[in-house]
């Protein structure tokens, strides 16, 4: 194998933008070779240069960008050598791309098999050749209806699907190599599982080899033979998958895998470290290591000289000063953390109760509906859900995109109307409508957005965001409000000066620390943070998952967190709900979420969910079909239409019943809780040496 | 599909019966005396009277309202205050000529404005884009008044074609068509600007999309990507434009009509205001708001038609 020609050798890469009359670098001298066949993961934050360099390969730059130096040499040819037309040849025959949001990158005014079509008439086909083929090669991609996929257009398809149609589209030259550019970072992790089976299957079939490029470590220790760890525009380190989880050599690789909060790991007993600080600006000068700012290891070397790439073995390339010292075992970078996060006490006393709440959004009605007077149909979001969460308690709420969560949540703020139920706080039924809600009651109830970017006032400074809710809601004086400013940003580790800075002049996990501190200023009964850290970066994400346990410890809120994470929902609650179609599956503490009985929904759930650990075994469940329809959803059990343990009749007609554990997990199935227990294993099996514990 | 057709169908009936009241208060309000403009100064108010209950003008507004939109519906448009002579044959002639003139208006503008459009597009910033921004800009602010003399002396003394383009009144199309060329280049350049920014703004749109870059790295020639990939999206918002001023076009060239003396609505306009001819200017004005409003209508079809995220549903 060693001996094998690279298909990809990229030598001493940099690349820049020009950006005004400046030109920065946004590749830094960076190496890179991929074998045939072969799988190679890159990760890295955003900012780091990742996307670039997938699109350098594919010699598809914007126009702004400029080539400085190196090689890319592809199947034996100077790839930066190639005319436009040798480079559309090889676009047809030999390299193909997979980007992010597949809703975009499909024409909306063309057919899904026509823009199939089209790619497979330039191969020679005829017309007639081209139709039947790309059926073929959608029903490849194991789509069941391909005849029908065919005649849709794009906006009639799933993002699981439309994501298939692009896989289908770059297999349809045969390739000898795919660059995938974050190809299921849009989609659902149920929906990802079943992609990332579908590549490997097909590169293996192919021998295809992958550049997959993700911030997911998850995604690539199961895809990716190797790895490389992009940082600032340079190679930090490259290496197999295997040992580069297991002994990652360069502090940021340590940095990152410790970031990501595993299954099963919880903030009282495993609290994350993040990596401090944030990416340098692009174009910083590099005479010296570019980490070293964020690196724990930093050293006097370190701010001097910019390190070689070192290659430790054959196999593997670093780019650190102290690497042998790490390789040796005399340093780490893996830091005990010095906070303490606790659970919830047992006694606390319930802050929010809701019983039987029902949102749904009623539909247009069309003429004939309205003529012949038949009932309003609506969208269905949340069913019939009850819950209670106590004072200083997380609830976690886990769901997929479409399961009604964030529905739930803007219900309880007040900014969505449910029409059946009752909300109660602290024994008090909350009204519905948000301008019937008192301030008092508002000061209550505070909320966490997802995106930072879109949750502070864009003409506000961070000091006037923070004294807001003080003055309207708390009823202070500006003077009180503006004197409490430094502890807030104190609380979220903002430096003092911050008060007087635009949203627009932080980074995006400062945002969020500011919006979080928002949210804290009015010491809420109830906080809810709606995928308070999907929009972040990995590294950024633990810091801002430990300042909420944090602040919720030392304020005793109630809080109820909703993402689509199960990792990081098991991190920080203490009760979890699993949710689908408006209806909640499964209720546990979080400590026993991870073994049997499941709901057979949350089984399939962690078994899609990639584990950061190529060393962990997981059983392959996967979910048929698609999610239906919240304004029809099925009778009887919602799960019924997918579920891989349908027992039936009586799952269609009749609804489940909750059943309880001795443990306290209560389970909305008509499977008996001993027949799953029995028949289900543990969807995670641990390996002799989780990354975790080095 | 149908549904919205027939909804669209049902509000175009009621903006016309809101603007026929309205057209029809305004000309109520219209200062002057009709008698008088017919009668003239000197006549006594015995004979002013009589005309005024011939015409019906003693009737209650209302009244005279319903008789007019009642008349109106069922073909009966009456006859001109000023010469007495039969309107609705009148008015539809003119249409006629009208709608030839913005058929072809649009048959020499339209194109050419789009090639406009693209190709500056395509040379985003360069020479070529700016040449052709800067053009349209200078031919759109000058008055039609201005171009419109100015191709005079251009192509109908270099070339002979003629500067007069009043036709017979049941001229057919190539009979016309001579007469046609001046006035539709003039009103071209009204429209050329408008539309060829429109069509740049939205090619640059589109090919800052995702899919162009699909497009691009199936292999696909440059030109397949734009004609087929990008101007499909890209003129959507063009063609409803487009659509749009086709109404305008029926109606609203009364000073190109002036100038080349042709016999379209917009010259009828002027004529029935300048005689205080509230009959006849009242069944123009309904006849522009039909085209206006049909033209919106067929815009919006269009679109919904071209455009499949419209056009087939979830």
């Given at each position: 194998?060693?001996?094998?020609?690279?298909?990809?050798?990229?030598?001493?890469?940099?690349v820049?933008?020009?950006?005004g009359?400046?030109?920065?670098d946004?590749?830094?001298?960076?190496n890179?070779?991929?074998?045939?066949?072969?799988?190679?993961?890159l990760?890295?934050e955003?900012?780091s240069?990742?996307?670039?360099?997938?699109?350098?390969?594919?010699?598809?730059?914007?126009?702004?960008?400029l080539?400085?130096?190196?090689?890319?040499e592809?199947?034996?040819?100077?790839?930066?050598a190639?005319?436009?037309?040798?480079?559309?040849?090889?676009?047809?025959?030999?390299?193909?791309?997979?980007?992010?949001?597949?809703?975009?990158?499909?024409?909306?005014?063309?057919?899904?098999?026509?823009?199939l079509?089209?790619?497979?008439?330039?191969?020679?086909?005829?017309?007639?050749?081209?139709?039947?083929?790309s059926?073929?090669?959608?029903?490849?991609?194991?789509?069941?209806?391909?005849?029908r996929v065919?005649?849709?257009?794009?906006?009639?398809?799933?993002?699981?699907?439309?994501?298939?149609?692009?896989?289908?589209?770059?297999?349809s030259?045969?390739?000898?190599?795919?660059?995938?550019?974050?190809?299921?970072?849009?989609?659902?992790?149920?929906?990802?599982?079943?992609?990332?089976?579908?590549?490997?299957?097909?590169?293996?079939?192919?021998?295809t080899?992958?550049?997959?490029?993700?911030?997911?470590?998850?995604?690539?220790?199961?895809?990716?033979?190797?790895?490389?760890?992009?940082?600032?525009?340079?190679?930090?380190?490259?290496?197999?998958?295997?040992?580069?989880?297991?002994?990652?050599?360069?502090?940021?690789?340590?940095?990152?895998?410790?970031?990501?909060?595993?299954?099963?790991?919880?903030?009282?007993?495993?609290?994350?470290?993040?990596?401090?600080?944030?990416?340098?600006?692009?174009?910083?000068?590099?005479d010296?290591?570019?980490?070293?700012?964020?690196?724990p290891?930093?050293?006097?070397?370190?701010?001097?000289?910019?390190?070689?790439?070192?290659?430790?073995?054959?196999?593997?390339?670093?780019?650190?000063?102290?690497w042998?010292?790490?390789?040796?075992?005399?340093?780490?970078?893996?830091r005990?953390?010095?906070?303490?996060?606790?659970?919830?006490?047992?006694?606390?006393?319930?802050?929010?109760?809701v019983?039987n709440?029902?949102?749904?959004?009623?539909?247009?009605?069309?003429?004939?509906?309205?003529?012949?007077?038949?009932?309003?149909?609506?969208?269905?979001?949340?069913?019939?859900?009850?819950?209670?969460?106590?004072?200083?308690?997380?609830?976690?709420?886990?769901?997929?995109?479409?399961?009604?969560?964030?529905?739930?949540?803007?219900?309880?703020?007040?900014?969505?109307?449910?029409?059946?139920?009752?909300?109660?706080?602290?024994?008090l039924?909350l009204?519905?409508?948000?301008?019937?809600?008192?301030?008092?009651l508002?000061?209550?109830?505070?909320m966490?957005?997802?995106?930072?970017?879109?949750?502070?006032?864009?003409y506000l400074?961070?000091?006037?965001s923070?004294?807001?809710?003080?003055?309207?809601l708390?009823?202070?004086?500006a003077?009180?409000?503006?004197?409490?400013?430094p502890?807030?940003?104190?609380?979220?580790r903002?430096?003092?000066?911050?008060?007087?800075r635009?949203?627009?002049q932080?980074?995006g996990?400062?945002?969020?620390?500011?919006?979080?501190?928002?949210?804290?200023?009015?010491?809420?009964?109830?906080?809810?943070?709606?995928?308070?850290?999907?929009?972040?970066?990995?590294s950024?994400?633990?810091?801002?998952?430990?300042?909420?346990?944090?602040?919720?410890?030392?304020?005793q809120?109630?809080?109820?967190?909703?993402?689509?994470?199960?990792?990081?929902?098991?991190?920080?609650?203490d009760?979890?709900?699993?949710?689908?179609?408006?209806?909640?599956?499964?209720?546990?503490?979080?400590?026993t979420?991870?073994?049997?009985?499941?709901h057979?929904?949350?089984?399939?759930?962690?078994?899609?969910?990639?584990?950061?650990d190529?060393?962990?075994?997981?059983?392959?469940?996967?979910?048929?079909?698609?999610?239906?329809s919240?304004?029809?959803?099925?009778?009887?059990c919602?799960f019924?239409?997918?579920?891989?343990?349908?027992?039936?009749?009586?799952?269609?007609n009749e609804?489940?019943?909750?059943?309880?554990?001795?443990?306290?997990?209560?389970?909305?199935?008509?499977?008996?809780?001993?027949?799953?227990?029995?028949?289900?294993e543990?969807?995670?099996?641990?390996?002799?040496?989780?990354?975790?514990?080095? | 599909?149908?549904?919205?057709?027939?909804?669209?169908?049902?509000?175009l009936?009621?903006?016309?019966?809101?603007?026929?009241?309205?057209?029809?208060?305004?000309?109520?309000?219209?200062?002057?005396n009709?008698?008088?403009?017919?009668?003239?100064?000197?006549?006594?108010?015995?004979?002013?009277?009589?005309?005024?209950?011939d015409?019906?003008?003693?009737q209650?507004?209302?009244?005279?309202?319903?008789?007019?939109?009642?008349?109106?519906?069922?073909?009966?448009?009456?006859?001109?205050y000023?010469?007495?002579?039969?309107?609705?044959p009148?008015?539809?002639?003119?249409?006629?000529?009208?709608?030839?003139?913005?058929?072809?208006?649009?048959?020499?503008?339209?194109p050419?404005a789009?090639?406009?459009?693209?190709?500056?597009?395509?040379?985003?910033?360069?020479?070529?884009d700016?040449?052709?921004s800067?053009?349209?800009?200078a031919?759109v602010?000058?008055?039609?008044?201005?171009?419109?003399?100015?191709?005079i002396?251009?192509?109908?003394?270099?070339?002979?074609?003629?500067?007069?383009?009043?036709?017979?009144?049941?001229?057919g199309f190539?009979?016309?068509?001579?007469?046609?060329?001046?006035?539709?280049?003039?009103?071209?350049?009204?429209?050329?600007?408008y539309?060829?920014?429109?069509?740049?703004a939205g090619?640059?749109q589109?090919?800052?999309?995702?899919?162009?870059?699909?497009?691009?790295l199936?292999?696909?020639?440059?030109?397949?990507?734009i004609?087929?990939?990008?101007?499909?999206?890209?003129?959507?918002p063009?063609?409803t434009?487009?659509?749009i001023?086709?109404?305008?076009?029926?109606?609203?060239?009364?000073?190109?009509?002036?100038?080349?003396?042709?016999?379209?609505?917009?010259?009828?306009?002027?004529?029935?205001?300048?005689?205080?001819?509230?009959?006849?200017?009242?069944?123009?004005?309904?006849?522009?708001v039909?085209?206006?409003?049909?033209?919106?209508?067929?815009?919006?079809?269009?679109?919904?038609?071209?455009?499949?995220?419209i056009?087939?549903?979830q």
């Amino acid at each position: 194998m060693a001996a094998q020609k690279p298909l990809l050798e990229i030598k001493d890469l940099t690349v820049s933008y020009r950006v005004g009359d400046r030109t920065l670098d946004a590749l830094q001298e960076v190496n890179l070779s991929i074998r045939p066949g072969q799988a190679v993961g890159l990760v890295g934050e955003s900012g780091s240069g990742k996307s670039t360099l997938a699109l350098a390969v594919m010699r598809y730059l914007p126009a702004n960008a400029l080539t400085r130096k190196g090689s890319i040499e592809f199947a034996g040819r100077e790839m930066l050598a190639l005319s436009q037309d040798e480079l559309r040849g090889l676009w047809r025959r030999e390299l193909a791309f997979v980007p992010q949001n597949p809703a975009t990158a499909l024409n909306p005014s063309m057919r899904a098999g026509e823009q199939l079509a089209e790619a497979l008439r330039l191969y020679g086909s005829t017309p007639e050749e081209a139709r039947a083929l790309s059926i073929d090669l959608l029903k490849q991609v194991r789509i069941a209806d391909a005849p029908r996929v065919a005649r849709d257009y794009p906006h009639q398809l799933s993002g699981g699907m439309q994501q298939r149609v692009m896989i289908a589209l770059a297999l349809s030259g045969r390739p000898k190599l795919l660059v995938l550019d974050e190809p299921t970072t849009a989609l659902d992790v149920t929906t990802e599982a079943v992609i990332l089976d579908l590549l490997r299957e097909a590169a293996a079939q192919q021998n295809t080899s992958m550049l997959y490029v993700t911030h997911n470590l998850g995604v690539v220790a199961k895809l990716s033979d190797r790895v490389a760890v992009l940082y600032a525009g340079e190679l930090a380190e490259d290496g197999p998958t295997q040992d580069l989880f297991r002994q990652p050599l360069h502090p940021y690789t340590r940095g990152l895998l410790d970031s990501v909060p595993r299954l099963g790991q919880r903030k009282d007993v495993k609290p994350l470290q993040g990596i401090e600080g944030a990416l340098p600006a692009l174009g910083a000068p590099i005479d010296a290591c570019v980490y070293a700012p964020r690196c724990p290891l930093a050293i006097e070397i370190c701010w001097q000289k910019r390190p070689a790439l070192d290659a430790p073995t054959a196999q593997r390339a670093v780019r650190c000063h102290r690497w042998p010292e790490i390789l040796a075992g005399e340093v780490s970078a893996n830091r005990e953390p010095t906070i303490r996060l606790k659970t919830a006490q047992r006694t606390a006393e319930p802050v929010l109760k809701v019983n039987n709440l029902e949102v749904d959004y009623p539909l247009p009605r069309s003429i004939n509906e309205f003529l012949s007077r038949a009932p309003r149909r609506a969208v269905q979001a949340v069913r019939t859900v009850s819950l209670v969460v106590n004072s200083g308690q997380t609830l976690g709420i886990v769901g997929e995109s479409g399961s009604g969560k964030t529905s739930l949540a803007r219900a309880l703020v007040g900014l969505a109307q449910p029409h059946a139920g009752q909300i109660e706080l602290l024994g008090l039924r909350l009204p519905v409508r948000l301008n019937q809600r008192s301030r008092e009651l508002l000061s209550h109830v505070q909320m966490v957005f997802q995106n930072p970017e879109e949750a502070l006032n864009p003409y506000l400074t961070v000091g006037e965001s923070l004294a807001r809710p003080l003055i309207r809601l708390s009823g202070q004086s500006a003077a009180e409000a503006r004197q409490r400013v430094p502890g807030l940003l104190a609380a979220v580790r903002l430096p003092a000066d911050y008060a007087g800075r635009y949203p627009g002049q932080l980074s995006g996990g400062e945002k969020q620390r500011a919006a979080i501190a928002r949210a804290f200023a009015s010491q809420p009964d109830l906080l809810l943070a709606d995928e308070p850290v999907s929009a972040l970066d990995v590294s950024v994400q633990a810091a801002i998952l430990n300042l909420l346990a944090e602040l919720q410890l030392e304020q005793q809120n109630a809080l109820l967190l909703i993402a689509h994470d199960i990792a990081v929902v098991g991190y920080l609650a203490d009760q979890i709900a699993v949710m689908y179609l408006g209806q909640f599956m499964q209720f546990s503490p979080a400590e026993t979420i991870f073994d049997p009985p499941y709901h057979p929904y949350t089984e399939a759930l962690l078994s899609a969910v990639p584990p950061p650990d190529p060393f962990v075994q997981q059983e392959q469940i996967r979910l048929e079909g698609e999610l239906p329809s919240a304004v029809d959803p099925p009778t009887g059990c919602p799960f019924h239409t997918r579920c891989p343990r349908f027992l039936g009749d009586i799952c269609v007609n009749e609804l489940p019943p909750w059943r309880e554990t001795k443990d306290g997990k209560r389970i909305f199935c008509h499977i008996p809780l001993e027949e799953l227990e029995r028949t289900q294993e543990p969807v995670l099996l641990f390996g002799a040496k989780p990354a975790g514990e080095l | 599909m149908t549904i919205y057709i027939l909804r669209r169908l049902a509000f175009l009936g009621l903006t016309l019966l809101l603007t026929s009241l309205l057209i029809f208060i305004i000309t109520q309000l219209l200062p002057g005396n009709v008698c008088r403009v017919i009668l003239g100064r000197e006549v006594g108010q015995a004979a002013l009277n009589a005309c005024r209950v011939d015409l019906g003008l003693d009737q209650p507004p209302y009244v005279r309202y319903l008789t007019w939109l009642g008349d109106f519906l069922r073909g009966d448009w009456g006859n001109s205050y000023s010469t007495d002579a039969e309107i609705r044959p009148l008015v539809t002639g003119r249409l006629g000529n009208s709608l030839m003139l913005a058929g072809f208006t649009m048959l020499v503008g339209v194109p050419v404005a789009v090639a406009l459009g693209v190709i500056a597009a395509l040379n985003e910033g360069r020479v070529l884009d700016n040449l052709i921004s800067v053009a349209a800009l200078a031919v759109v602010g000058l008055p039609e008044f201005v171009t419109g003399i100015f191709l005079i002396q251009i192509l109908a003394f270099r070339l002979g074609l003629p500067a007069n383009s009043s036709i017979r009144e049941s001229a057919g199309f190539f009979e016309a068509l001579p007469s046609l060329i001046l006035p539709a280049l003039t009103a071209t350049f009204v429209l050329l600007a408008y539309v060829a920014r429109l069509t740049r703004a939205g090619v640059l749109q589109e090919l800052k999309q995702a899919y162009v870059r699909t497009a691009e790295l199936k292999g696909l020639p440059r030109r397949t990507v734009i004609l087929k990939h990008v101007l499909r999206n890209a003129l959507l918002p063009t063609i409803t434009v487009v659509a749009i001023s086709f109404g305008w076009l029926i109606s609203g060239l009364v000073v190109i009509e002036n100038v080349f003396n042709y016999p379209g609505l917009g010259r009828l306009m002027v004529f029935a205001i300048t005689r205080r001819d509230l009959p006849l200017l009242q069944a123009i004005s309904l006849v522009a708001v039909l085209g206006f409003a049909l033209a919106n209508l067929a815009a919006d079809l269009l679109y919904a038609a071209l455009n499949p995220r419209i056009r087939v549903g979830q």
